[in-house]
């Protein structure tokens, strides 16, 4: 069964304060892995895929990087409104749905001014 | 991407009854999805609906409970049968298009 997890529940950084997320999964095979970004009352936004180990993608702040076990999500010099919490996805190859993301529970990520 | 709006945005029910939510895509998509996301849970996805064929639903995820139509390309729906406390949750749907993206999702209460 595939599984993600995501350290810390929760992240507390001042403004500035460079930091990394960490998403550990376990997958028979891996199609893809995603970040996505979700704040209260929305949901979830798309930031990034990776699909191989040792690629890398940056948006802004925030860089993705993912191993053959791990995805961090590096976030530089944050600023408050890069506050929310941040959810890591898996897609498996095969299965009975192409494309089914299995999800962690997230990092619920505050940025203080 | 693809724009995604779902109705109701929230709703507040009692236990027994059932509620369908709506979800209006922007393009036509091939594949609908329909997640729930209950309360400090991971995301889960409940079932894919393609236009044409019978949804197909996730371990632990039945017919009788989520009922789905997709009648076209760009709209979809889901119903909460038979409501209970612990169906209390936000369902979301979700299409691919090059990559996947979710609506804003309802958010459901159930007395």
């Known amino acids: 069964e595939d599984q993600v997890t995501q350290s810390p529940e929760a992240l507390r950084l001042q403004e500035g304060e460079s930091s990394s997320l960490n998403c550990s999964y376990t997958v028979s095979g891996l199609r893809g892995l995603f970040w996505y970004r979700q704040d209260p009352g929305k949901g979830p936004e798309f930031l990034f895929t990776l699909y191989s180990a040792g690629e890398e993608k940056e948006k802004e702040r925030l860089k993705a990087t993912l191993t053959k076990k791990e995805s961090f999500l590096h976030i530089t010099a944050p600023k408050p409104e890069d506050s929310a919490t941040y959810l890591c996805?898996?897609?498996?190859?095969?299965?009975?749905?192409?494309?089914?993301?299995?999800f962690g529970k997230g990092t619920l990520l505050t940025v203080n001014p | 991407s693809a724009v995604i709006s779902q109705k109701p945005s929230r709703d507040i029910c009692q236990r027994g009854t059932s509620l369908t939510i709506q979800c209006q895509v922007d393009s036509q998509v091939t594949m609908m999805f329909w997640y729930r996301q209950q309360p400090g849970q991971s995301l889960t996805l409940i079932a894919t609906?393609?236009?044409?064929?019978?949804?197909?639903?996730e371990s632990g995820f039945v017919i009788d409970k989520f009922p789905i139509s997709r009648p076209n390309l760009t709209f979809s729906t889901l119903t909460v049968s038979n409501m209970s406390p612990e169906d209390s949750s936000i369902y979301l749907c979700s299409v691919v298009q090059h990559e996947q993206f979710f609506g804003p999702g309802t958010r459901l209460t159930v007395l």
């Open positions: 609906a393609n236009q044409g064929s019978e949804a197909t639903y």
């Open positions: 996805a898996v897609q498996a190859v095969g299965g009975g749905s192409n494309y089914k993301l299995t």
